[in-house]
């Protein structure tokens, strides 16, 4: 699916356990005429997190999306 990046805001959240912190990612962007955002923590994909906390508004990507073992 191809996307085009409204907007990559992050924020750094304390951890359950209190000893830290972990980016989490809000990315607003537009697919097939809709405005969708979608949250993304550091811990899960550090290479995909690294790559989308790059990219600059109006930026045009293709994504493709799984499902973990977990169904997430």
Not at 8 to 23: A, C, F
Not at 35 to 42: A, H, N
Request: no cysteine; net charge positive; proline share 3%.
């Amino acid at each position: 699916m191809q996307i085009e990046i409204i907007d990559v805001v992050r924020e750094d959240l304390p951890s359950k356990n209190g000893k830290g912190t972990y980016g989490q990612l809000t990315v607003t962007y537009r697919s097939g005429g809709k405005v969708q955002e979608k949250k993304l923590i550091s811990f899960s994909n550090p290479a995909v997190f690294k790559a989308i906390e790059k990219l600059t508004k109006s930026a045009t990507i293709d994504v493709t999306t799984v499902k973990n073992d977990k169904g997430y």
